[in-house]
């Protein structure tokens, strides 16, 4: 590890999200400190060019050690639990995850070499909206997932202030799809992503497919969100860090395309590229929204960032793709 004060810490790297970060960051040639503790973490998606810390958000002294041994300039903040309906039943492990380790990680930052985070927020902040979705709209989570992203939200802020550090403040839509490398992808199954069970039950001869409520207000009744693809989720960390470093200005944005597809209209595509598929519509999901979808403006004009992966197709097939590579 360089003693170069460019270190990026990043917690969650050995995610779904975070390795492909890594992977990027990686190719740009930065010095990276991936910090998980493996809890849906992978050891394959651990990048082998960057240092791997096996450890919790939750313990704090240590945190501050990493922080100052490594002399840490940056962090990208991924590590959460994010399984909406295990949230509602299981409140207090997602307090202390998500919103405590959030805090702890801040408090870190303390009389630290750290300059700039970025947070992985999301769009469950917004609660039940109707359509596009702008930045200025007043938070109003429904679920307790939601609820927990909100409030790291609100401690980014405000401790930011008080520590002196820039933010970035990203709030994802539904991620889905898998890194052109081949090399990473989705692995954990439990965090109910629509795209990622569709690629698990890809493999299947007679695969059955669950959608969750078909009663919602929508076009076909079922649940609307906008899916970007993991690459294009990625790339905007690093035009975001590099926003931080040039612009010394902090900012929250939406991540997604800007358009909303129902998980009807998803699955009919599935069916197009898997043959035999059989619906089984289920009861709504607890903390589900009807749906939701980004509004980019803000997020152009300040990143000036063009998608180069925003084809639906495209993203249930690299999803697909992924799947066929895993051997659980
Ligand atoms: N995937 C999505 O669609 C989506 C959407 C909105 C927001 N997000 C946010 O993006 C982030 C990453 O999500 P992901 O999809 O990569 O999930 P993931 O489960 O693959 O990644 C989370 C990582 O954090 C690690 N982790 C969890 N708690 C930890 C702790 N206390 N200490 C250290 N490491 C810990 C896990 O081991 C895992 O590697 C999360 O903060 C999530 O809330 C994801």
């Known amino acids: 590890m360089s003693k170069s004060s460019k270190n990026i810490l990043v917690t969650g790297g050995a995610g779904y999200v975070g390795s492909h970060i890594v992977e990027q960051l990686i190719k740009n040639k930065e010095s990276v400190i991936i910090l998980d503790n493996l809890v849906t973490g992978y050891e394959r998606l651990i990048n082998k060019k960057a240092k791997f810390i096996k450890a919790d958000i939750k313990n704090k002294s240590n945190m501050t050690k990493i922080i100052k041994d490594y002399n840490i300039n940056s962090i990208i903040h991924l590590a959460a ?84 550090l820039k933010y970035g403040i990203l709030r994802y839509f539904n991620v889905a799809g898998a890194s052109n490398s081949g090399k990473i992808g989705e692995i954990e199954t439990s965090h109910g992503h629509l795209i990622k069970n569709l690629a698990i039950r890809s493999l299947e001869k007679k695969p059955k497919v669950k959608i969750f409520g078909n009663n919602y207000k929508t076009k076909d009744g079922t649940c609307i969100r906008d899916y970007i693809h993991i690459s294009d989720l990625a790339d905007i960390h690093i035009k975001g860090l590099k926003y931080l470093n040039n612009n010394k200005k902090s900012f929250v944005l939406n991540c997604g395309y800007g358009k909303g597809y129902s998980v009807q209209q998803i699955v009919n595509i599935f069916k197009k590229i898997k043959k035999g598929v059989e619906i089984q519509y289920q009861k709504r999901r607890p903390g589900d929204i009807a749906q939701v979808y980004a509004n980019t403006k803000k997020f152009k004009k300040i990143l000036r960032w063009k998608p180069k992966y925003n084809d639906i197709k495209l993203i249930i097939k690299s999803a697909i793709s992924w799947e066929k590579k895993l051997d659980y």
């Open 81 to 164: 639990y994010l399984n909406i309906s295990e949230a509602e039943k299981n409140k207090r492990k997602y307090y202390t995850n998500n919103i405590t380790g959030t805090m702890n990680l801040l408090e870190a930052c303390k009389n630290s070499n750290v300059k700039n985070i970025i947070f992985s927020s999301s769009c469950s902040v917004y609660g039940n909206v109707k359509g596009s979705v702008s930045e200025n709209r007043k938070p109003n989570p429904q679920g307790y997932y939601g609820y927990t992203k909100f409030k790291g939200e609100e401690l980014i802020k405000k401790l930011s202030l008080k520590y002196n």
